[in-house]
């Protein structure tokens, strides 16, 4: 039984080294995927036993080298990176299954860089989850960006590459220009950049300069698609559906809310936070994104661009979570990392299984589709209700605390905003399935062919996923915990 | 052992009539190598030496300073020389292919006799601790550098050489009028002793006109914007191999000499109430920075953008300078090593391309991420430390910048800084794309793999930009140490 030190070692060291193994099998696909797929299941594996030795009290630290003074690399578990972690690992499992399915049915080229680039980007997931201070979070941080750049602009043509150069700009900009100079002005101002319960700034620090660092904060993690700087997000959909579903509805944006998470939290600390200027204003800048992104989400015929537009919303609800500076909004809004993360995926995986086994990627063709993926469709009605926050599915529960974060805070207008974008999302969402199954007096175009389903590994895929948006709405308890230690 | 400050001088300075003897390419090429190599080996030493016992003072021909030339190597110098030393020596050894693409076999010999004196004359520069020592030397490595600029391949690189021989005269007789005024002044040319006399001088006057003599002429030859116009000609049409060891080292140099005249001999105090320098050097570093970046992003030819681009590089040393603190001292002195290490990379790769393709315009770039994979790769790394990308050295040099910047409470030139970072993106992802997206077209098909010997050279710099972009205790601890003592501050 290794220690838990070495384990956080593995977690981050494992994708990582799967790398070279699928470059030797690049000429072997079903060796190559089988590397692929089990490099996920052992690092799920290992991240359960970091969870394990999590609830018993333990939290285990690697030091791996101080890059400046002060300025390390070094990883700790914790409450979110456990949180973060096991969500990552486990869907990189089911979304690798999904892959084999549907890159083979969909015949891309170069798949061996396709899942080196995934490897790399999971290992940099890894990384940020299990980060111990601010600055090995930025160094991952753009790895991350620069991991996934290959995966978007996976088709090589004009659209990919100009999608690609808005991704980059985006991403690298933001982060450059907002998020660096952060991080060197909190070093410089507090000395540290580990985090810490309560915050790195001593109490005398000029709120006027908090308040300031906080807007660079928030528009420096442009993961976490804050409007203006969300334009990345749809960009990237130009990528093949599995990188779209793992890192566009989950590990990449998600890497931006658990940032936006930890700095809320542990570098300034819930208190501080609640103090600052600019906390409301970033608040109610959040509620408009999820209000303008969901209006703009209805107006997609693209369903890509429709669960791309969904997603920049619902990464504000956590984001807004979080600027609730509440115990109970934390909570919701590291909760919601979870079941946003198998609503999303659930809907992506649909929309490539549409796109595979009946060429469509528009919402207009898909009327009456119920009849030939009737199972697919089914799927898309449970992720949509997840993402609404409708019983039985998980989103309920960080809907609820969300609201109930809120209300403690006295932000009424939030909770009008989040019910409000509910309603939005049953109205772009819901009538996709409603209108497979009944498409009313307009004939389907093809007429019946009986039962065309996308390939088997990538329906396992999705009955996984949808599985888990129910199971999650039964036992949210150990979720619950996990979120309920984030804060401290 | 005590003789090796000389050494490190004279050891490539008689290379070079015995390379004129020699005459052959294959065997000139051989004793360039040593040559170069056993330099780097002597900077190596000599760092340790400085290190262990501190500032190692020379007696050339054992006359005592004042009155003997006396080679004075402390921490600073000391960093500086293994830098040349170091990139020189991955030039020689990369020449043996490097070459052949730009310069014909009959030539060469010609090449390696200048290479050295130019070694031998920017080595010098570092190594003096004599004024009028530096001058000399500064002649011999530019008068190297103007006949190495001319064998490149087109006519224009005539051109370019008499555009780089007018402008780099104007300032090396600049520099000359400055020590001739402290010479008639203080009557000393050695140079602690003049940063001893000089505040007793009671002629401020003349002090100050030397000063800015000085500081003009060697701004002229680090091509400080708006002094720049000589760089990218005579960086695009030299010989791609005289291109990477200019890049990596020549401004590098001329950096140097202005922190050594500035610090050393006038001391970071010097006439602040009458020449708002450190705001000078502010604006222009920046101004430097956005508008090479900006020309940068629309060049057709990619040894000419990243010309500009080291233009845009030499601003944020200058933008270190002018902060006027410990950590922006620091931050230049760390960018001056990063950046050799860059430029390198990037220059070397790209002599691979040369040699391969023919060209170093955009179009000869189509495709060859997958034809040239090993280079493109050397280029991507090398402009993602251009840019600034954490664990490559870019990002250590950009992070002290910052932090040099927000200390001395300049929040709008860290800003700045940063947001010239993003334009450097754009400019290296134009190569990219077209590298990686494009197909082969006829110019590029059939486009293998540079040459071993050249693929080593470039890889070993790229190594060394990930390897000190994480492990920074070399480059950290002397920049910060030599910064402090620059600066009359002790640790």
Redesign the interface.
Known sequence: MMGAQQVLQWVILLPAMAIPLLLLLRHYPNLREGVSLLASITLFALVTILYRDFTVGGSAEVVW?A???GLDISFRVDALGVLFALVASFLWIITTLYAIGYMRAHAEDNQTRFYVFFAVSIASVMAIAFSANLFTL??FY??LT?ATYPLV?HA?TAKA?AGG?TY??LL??TS??FF??AI??T??ISGSLTFTHGGVFAADTSPVLLGALLLLFIFGIGKAAIMPFHRWLPAAMVAPTPVSSLLHAVAVVKAGVFSVIKVGALIFGLDTLAGLWSTDLLLYLAAFTVIVASLVAMRQDNLKARLAYSTVSQLSYMTAGVLLATSTGLLGSSMHIAMHAFGKITLFFCAGAILVAAHKSDISQMRGLGRQMPFTMAAFFIGSLSIIGLPPTGGTWSKWYLITGSLEADQWALVVVLMLSSLLNIAYLLPIPLRAFFPGDVRPLEGAVGIREAPLPSLIAIGITSLMCVLLFLFPQRLYDLARAVGG | MVHLPVLQVVIPLMAAPALLLLNRPWQSWLLTCVVTITAFAISGSLLGTVYSSGTISYELGGWEPPWGIEYRIDLLSAYVLLIVSGVAALVAVASRQGLDADVASDKQPTLYVLFCLCLAGLLGIVATGDLFNVFVFLEISSLSTYALIAMGPHRRALWASYQYLVVGTIGATFLLIGIGFIYSLTGTLNMQDIAARLPLVDAAHTVHTAFAFIVVGVCLKLALFPLHFWLPNAYTYAPSMVTVFLAATATKVAVYLLIRLHYSIFGPNFALDVLPLNTLFLVLGLAGVFAASLVAVQQPNVKRLFAYSSIAQIGYMIVGLGLGTVIGLQATLLHLFNHALMKGALFMAIAGVVYRVGGSDLAHFAGLGRLMPWTMAAILIGGLSLIGVPLTVGFISKWYLVLGALEAGLWPIAGLVLIASVLALFYVWRIVEVAYFEAPTSLTEGAREAPLGMLLATWVLVGANIFFGIDTELTRQTSELAAQHLMGVQP
């Open positions: 080298i890059i400046m003074p930025f160094v753009e790895v620069l602009t090589g590459r150069r980059l700009t690298v900009g450059v220009v660096l100079p060197i002005a070093y410089a």
